[in-house]
């Protein structure tokens, strides 16, 4: 619950599960894996690249202190359990390039690949020291340099640490610091590609040992470093949102405008922020607006893509008036497109992955941008979990690929889902949005959709679900609004909708209205 892991007692399925950019956390208990043997070995010969967490432990009661002690530091991996471990050192939780990667690049220089770990740092923002140590070096000409400006830092147990493509250092070579100091601006100077840090670290005399196949004593940091609390960026400088804490709402009718029962279901349940179809009718925005004056409307643009392919140009054909429409009425926030990496909506057809659309995505912006100046766009949400083929592309491949078109827009959608009773617990569920805040510490989020939509958990229990989730976020930074799925449905979605097709009210509205505010 601390950190969001899957769990699984099966060593495959863990070995598969997103390989290799996952980090596998197992006990070794003696025996404990009789299928597979010595169960580290058996990882490192059938999977070898994947990152291991091997906890010595024979009982379940010394696994429980192990975790218990790491969930009280905040210290996922137990990295802090090690005589040397490095802090991360950037506002932003992704790695954008991983060490080793790339050899076909690195090797002209004598590399087996990059020669350290790349971490999103976007310019201007904070860099870190990792641990604390000394400057030895500090190399300030932009241009002089494959590093441009950089630091290099000596630490205790021989290690040192570069960090590189900086605009600006606020230390001096001698000077003592310490881990979690901010030592410098990120930029992109000397032989870089978009602002980033470059981080390396190096052991005196670890090519002599053998402890390392590059040259120049350079080593593998991404065993050393701790990964970053779930909070915001300590530089945190995003837009500031207007409403000061996160708005209580729900998407209205999927298919199509809102009918009188929704418009009831929203009056009864006191929402404060409502998602709309573009074919919303203008009476009903202003009776909304009698509702709450201050009701926060986002209007979903979409098309049908599940036939053909629609270019940029045929998409804003079709949405633009509609827009129109609704942008004179008072609407300011749109939702460009929805679930973009799924099959049925312009995946493989439209767009053969985040790249593209990201390219389709900015094109759309900058034309209704300067029609509609005063408008705000946001990135939709995905269809969050692995790739499925001829059905869904990987969300997390899909949202790195698209990361131009993510970073471009005014505020960023994310999908929530769960189907258990307990509810809104996984990571990769109902709690998304937190790795959301780590990639992109100064975007403003809307929980675009969330819900339970399983078929087997009863109405009751959703309902003290939502509430529990509207409570969480309630006053959670940089969540503008959150929107529970939905009120009502043209057709189907019978687990999921609020109001059942003769118009009476489930439980649900009642429940939110009565307890949230």
């Known amino acids: 619950m601390a950190f969001g892991p899957n769990l699984t007692p099966d060593p495959v399925t863990a070995a598969q599960y997103m390989t290799p950019r996952q980090v596998i956390t197992f006990p070794l208990i003696p025996g404990g894996f009789p299928e597979q043997g010595e169960i580290e070995r058996w990882f490192l010969a059938h999977y070898p690249g994947i990152r291991l967490d091997p906890i010595e432990v024979t009982k379940p009661g010394k696994l429980k202190k192990v975790l218990d002690k790491r969930v009280e530091e905040n210290d996922r991996y137990g990295q802090k359990q090690r005589p040397f471990y490095l802090l991360w050192p950037t506002d932003f939780a992704v790695i954008t390039q991983e060490f080793r990667a790339n050899p076909q690049i690195y090797g002209r220089w004598g590399f087996p690949g990059h020669e350290g770990v ?25 241009k002089s340099h494959p590093y441009g400006i950089h630091v290099r830092l000596r630490h205790e147990f021989s290690y040192k640490t570069v960090y590189a493509h900086l605009i600006e250092a606020f230390i001096k070579e001698g000077e003592i610091v310490k881990a979690g100091q901010v030592i410098g601006l990120a930029d992109t100077t000397g032989a870089s590609v978009g602002s ?14 053998g402890e390392t196949d590059y040259p120049k004593d350079i080593i593998d940091p991404t065993p050393y470093l701790v990964w970053p609390e779930f909070s915001f960026a300590k530089s945190f400088n995003g837009n500031p949102w207007s409403a000061g804490k996160c708005l209580i709402g729900a998407h209205g009718r999927v298919g199509g405008p809102l009918e009188e029962g929704d418009v009831e279901a929203i009056k009864k349940a006191r929402l404060e922020a409502v998602k709309l179809d573009q074919t919303e009718t203008s009476e009903t925005v202003k009776k909304l607006k009698e509702i709450n004056p201050a009701m926060f409307l986002v209007v979903r643009l979409t098309s049908d893509f599940s036939d053909a392919s629609i270019s940029a140009k045929s998409f804003i054909s079709k949405v633009e008036p509609e827009m129109g429409r609704l942008y004179h009425l008072g609407v300011r926030d749109f939702e460009v497109h929805a679930n973009p990496n799924l099959q049925s909506e312009g995946w493989e057809r439209s767009w053969r992955g985040g790249k593209e659309f990201g390219l389709w995505f900015g094109e759309v912006v900058e034309h209704l941008q300067a029609v509609f100046p005063s408008a ?63 990639r992109y510490p100064d975007k403003l989020l809307f929980i675009t959709e969330f819900c339970n939509p399983s078929s087997q958990v009863g109405q009751a229990i959703k309902g003290q679900q939502y509430l529990d989730f509207y409570r969480t976020l309630r006053d959670t930074s940089g969540i503008c609004a959150v929107f529970a799925y939905a009120l009502s449905a043209v057709s189907g979605h019978d687990a999921i909708i609020w109001r059942d097709k003769s118009g009476d009210q489930n439980r649900i509205p009642s429940i939110i209205g009565d307890r949230i505010f």
């Open 118 to 142: 790349d971490f999103r740092a976007r310019t201007n923002t904070n860099i870190y020291c990792c641990a604390d140590g000394e400057v030895y070096r500090l190399h300030s000409n932009p």
């Open 376 to 438: 705000r766009f946001g990135f939709p949400g995905l269809s969050s979990g692995g790739r499925v083929s001829g059905w869904r592309e990987d969300s997390e491949r899909f949202l790195v690929d698209a990361e131009e078109a993510v970073m471009r827009a005014d505020w960023v959608g994310v999908n929530c889902y769960w189907t258990d009773t307990v509810g809104m617990k996984s990571i990769h569920g109902g709690r998304l949005y937190e790795t959301y805040r780590l």
């Open 196 to 209: 980033h840090l470059h981080l390396t670290l190096k052991r005196d005399g670890a090519t002599e040992r």
